[in-house]
């Protein structure tokens, strides 16, 4: 019969495990060499940046332009070029337009005031739809009716008009 390893009394911990000694000097290791490079890559930067001003070309002396470091551009300098225009803030650009589309839809307005053209709030919109329903076309093959005559369906072809009138 086998024994049950759970019952056999020598249920011990391996003694081979790492010490926490050990864990806590890698993780003192992990975080100094983490700042190390972080300042390496700082200082890498900083010098690249240096580097960068002391040889960036001329500016044309057309621009008239109190800075000399041609990559630091001015609050209003972007409403100078025609649009489309790159975004500043993204997200408050999209959350004022998706705020200027919701006024629009729950709101009355002018489209073209000269051809009289409005538009409404969409929940109205969809109110006045369920009353008078969508326009429809008429059938293929009938004639609309002409003015003054009942809206009865009038067949096309002839075959059909012959059948009718015998």
């Not at 969409?122 to 329903?133: D, H, K, S």
């Amino acid at each position: 019969m086998t024994e049950n390893p759970q019952n056999n009394g020598n249920n011990e911990f391996e003694h081979q495990d790492l010490s926490p000694g050990s864990v806590y000097a890698f993780l003192a290791g992990l975080a100094v060499a983490g700042i190390i490079v972080y300042f390496v890559l700082w200082g890498l930067y900083h010098f690249l940046d240096s580097y960068r001003r002391a040889h960036q070309p001329p500016q044309n002396p057309l621009v008239q332009q109190t800075e000399t470091d041609t990559r630091i551009v001015p609050p209003n300098e972007n409403t100078k070029f025609p649009q489309p225009r790159l975004e500043r803030n993204e997200r408050t650009e999209l959350n004022d337009f998706r705020l200027e589309e919701e006024q629009r839809l729950d709101s009355y307005g002018w489209v073209d005031q000269q051809a009289g053209v409005i538009h409404i709030p969409i929940e109205r919109a969809m109110q006045l739809i369920v009353q008078q329903g969508l326009p429809t076309t008429p059938k293929t093959g009938t004639i609309p009716p002409a003015e003054g005559e009942p809206a009865t369906q009038q067949p096309v072809n002839a075959r059909s008009a012959a059948k009718q009138n015998d």
